[in-house]
T-cell receptor, first 113, second 115 residues
């Protein structure tokens, strides 16, 4: 069965500092990995995806993610955090047969001024 | 095109009542998904449609839950005899035809509170 895990329930970062939100995956075959962000009382917004190619994927709002096959990880990163980045972040793997996304439990990012 | 639309945004009901939610996907998206999200958790897959065919149902979808997509466009999710444990955010998502690795587009969800 495919799954992703987000080991941190919460990440706290000072504005202007780099941030990392961790994700590890377990799949058979090639993984198709995604990051989504959720603001309060809103649906999920797509940030970026890894399908194949470069291990460093660039996405929306200055976010990027690094795919590491040997460590089965797909960590989300941003060089300089903004207060407005505070939200819930979800890592997900896509089932290639049905296209459904299988989500991690989420990480709450808090960026303080 | 205004994205995936879900109605209502909020629903408060008494235990034992039936409720129905509606999802309008992005036009021409042939894949439609329903998810349930409880506070502090990631979205959990409920069911999946390709056009009007319901191709997968999670074991989370008890016999009190039923989903339809009669003409391959909008979809409805009905919960019969609601229980307090059904209180959650119900999310709908759609994705385009023929692109299995394309992203899912999510609606803003329907927040259900069962009293």
């Amino acid at each position: 069965a495919q799954s992703v895990a987000q080991p941190e329930d919460q990440v706290n970062v000072a504005e202007g500092n780099p941030l990392t939100v961790k994700c590890t995956y377990s799949v058979s075959g090639n993984p198709y990995l995604f990051w989504y962000v959720q603001y309060p009382n809103r649906g999920l917004q797509f940030l970026l995806k890894y399908i194949t190619g470069d291990n460093l994927v660039k996405g929306s709002y200055g976010f990027e993610a690094e795919f590491n096959k040997s460590q089965t990880s797909f960590h989300l990163k941003k060089p300089s955090a903004l207060v407005s980045d505070s939200a819930l972040y979800f890592c997900a793997v896509r089932d290639m047969l049905t296209g459904k996304l299988i989500f991690g439990q989420g990480t709450e990012l808090s960026v303080k001024p | 095109d205004t994205g995936v639309s879900q109605n209502p945004r909020h629903k408060i009901t008494k235990r034992g009542q039936n409720v129905t939610f509606r999802c309008d996907p992005i036009s021409e998206h042939n894949r439609l998904y329903w998810y349930r999200q409880t506070l502090g958790q990631g979205p959990e897959f409920l069911t999946y449609f390709q056009n009007e065919a319901q191709l997968e149902k999670s074991r989370l979808l008890s016999d009190r839950f039923s989903a339809e997509r009669p003409k391959g466009s909008f979809s409805t999710l009905e919960i019969q005899r609601t229980e307090q444990g059904d209180s959650a955010m119900y999310l709908c998502a759609s994705s385009p035809r023929g692109q299995p690795v394309e992203k899912l587009f999510f609606g803003s969800g329907t927040q259900l509170s069962v009293l």
